[in-house]
């Protein structure tokens, strides 16, 4: 865990409590990935000069802009019209308060997010149009942003000495939002260069003044910062904080420093950093974060090292090494059908995943799959709505439409998954098909980034549909990174696909795991065998709990066996089933969740009870609509020693 401290990020800093795992054992060793073969004299003849550095097309280009499709001349020139002339929203002090005072960090982020937004969108539309038309709003935003105090989130303030409620501006610190809002100041003063003496020739020197005051110089200085990973001694499983700050910080500091040797030393330690995050990775990369979250964890990573690649004139190339190759694939092994993807932890089960990082990573590492996967998720949108976001991600898209609207188009849809390190697997009928079933499941330990307590948990799809779930999270609210987060129902095994004992749920903390895992995989079945008695707290009085998941795909069917021994007769035994379906009892031993698939189950041990569960959180309504089905199958009175059996079949 990291240390506690006012100068780190912690938990309530949306970097999560309990973040030791058993990867902490590979950041020990610690990977040398990126800066192992360089030192700051080599990387100094090898980036290329800040001054000579032409990563994109700048507003003076104007072949290279006017050769864009029209479709995009005209989505952005209209978004930036939405915006020309209008009132920048406030963020007063009072509003900065909420989070400390009522946990609410929506709102604020509301108005932030609307302000980089129109910030963002009046620079495309100006570097598109090229007349000066925007360059006014342009500097508001920009002077505007300039006077904001912190340009982070309220919720990421623990780290200031003065801990949280209104920022100490006397103490820059960098989260992953002071660090987004210095990348897009930076990618502006490089877009519009010498245009924006033309509004005031202290407008790019006041851009300067504050990327360095903020974040170059704190990042140079200080190694204390959680997502780092560089504090002495520090052994932090880091998660996607690390790689997405870091993509930003190597913009910055790429764009704007203009002392080289610090400029140099700014690349190299953010090679290091990033060194650090590889460390606590297993081999076979997965992220226990969840797909969600890759975008902004292996994602990322790919936004730091295309920029390492371009600086360098392509000599900085590390897409060759195996766990960057991998950490890039698990973006379609967690992928299900279309827009739904397994998510375990904070995760959302529907993720709109940016098709052409994808794409282009996958060109990259030379994998055909995710390259596919690219194109189709950018081809299920129109060239315009898949575009915005950060500049960083928006710069590329725009200049390489050509290359992924002439790439193959393909979803994956990999028959068998087995992700040994974070002991996720996945199942289908066949390679390539959404048709039939498919099954997700995991084994793991209670202390992973983002974290449920979910050790066993599974998810059952039927054609690709959702038919037995993970529910995901709620909006973000101060309880969420707290002390308090395992009171949110959406975190306890008793609401994911788990038994609960005598009443008794699943426990936070690394020692809550998973033991005596197996998989094993082949034409007629895929497996997970694992005992989630540790997952348990001691109070649960259990000696086993070996649960079996299986894939028949000879007999076109999923298996759920439980097998337990208690040191003693407990109350109930619970097996809880999560749905977005509407349940009904079809049978003495059978219930149908309509739509999707059928649940056997043995009447003769378990009772069946359906809990209608209604969905007032906005994010989680999004993905299931007003109401989900909680199943609960229980043996009221159960033996010491016992055995379940479910059976799920499609409908």
Known sequence: MWKSSRRQFAAQSAMLAAATTPQAALAQAGRTILAGSYSPEKLAGILTPR??????????????????????????????????????????????????RIGNRSHFEQYWNLRRTMLRSLVMAECVEGKGRFLDSVANGIWTTCEET????????????????????????????????????????????????????????RIELEVNRRVLTPNFERVDFGWMGLAPGGRASLNNWTPWINSNWLTSALLLEKDGKRRTAAVYKSMTSLDRFLSGYYPDGGCDEGPGYWDRAGGSLFDCLELLHMASGGKLDFFGDPLVREIGRYVYRAHINENWFTNFADASAQVSINGDMVFRYGRR??????????????????????????????????????????????QPLLRDVWMPGIQVMAARMTEGSAKGLYLAAQG??????????????????????????????????????????????????????LPTIGGVMQAAGREYAASDVTYRADDSAAELSLNIAKAYPPQAGLESWKRTLKFDRANRRIEVLDEYAMKQASGPLTLTLMTPCRVTQSGPDELTLAGAVKVLYESRALTPKIEEVEVSDGR????????????????????????FRVRIVQV
């Open 51 to 100: 001054q000579q550095w032409k990563p994109y097309p700048t507003l003076s280009d104007r072949a290279a802009w006017q050769a864009l499709p029209e479709p995009i001349h005209k989505a952005l020139l209209t978004a930036g019209e939405s915006y020309l002339g209008k009132e920048w929203p406030a963020l007063p002090a009072t509003l900065f308060l909420e989070y400390k």
């Open 365 to 410: 590492i030379g994998d055909a799959r995710m390259q596919a996967l690219g194109a189709y998720a950018a081809a299920s949108s129109d060239d315009a709505s898949a575009l915005g976001g950060s500049l960083g991600r928006e710069l590329p898209a725009l200049f390489n439409l050509a290359a992924i609207h002439a790439a193959p188009k393909a």
């Open 620 to 643: 989680l309504q999004r993905v299931w609509g007003a109401r989900l089905y909680r199943i609960l199958l229980t043996a009221e009175k159960p033996a010491p020693h016992g055995t």
């Open 444 to 497: 793991g330990h209670n202390a992973e980034s983002h974290n449920h307590n979910d050790v066993g948990n599974f998810m059952v799809y039927a054609d690709g549909k959702p038919a037995i779930i993970d529910i995901g999270v709620e909006t973000y609210s101060a309880k969420t990174f707290s002390s308090k987060r395992y009171e949110i129902w959406t975190m306890q095994s008793a609401y994911h696909n």
């Open 150 to 205: 912190f340009w982070g989130y309220p919720a990421h303030l623990g780290a200031q000495k003065a801990g949280s409620g209104l920022p100490d501006a006397a103490e820059p610190i960098v989260d992953l939002f002071a660090a987004e809002t210095s990348a897009l100041l930076s990618w502006t003063h490089y877009l519009l260069d010498s245009a924006l003496d033309k509004v005031s020739p202290l407008l790019a020197p």
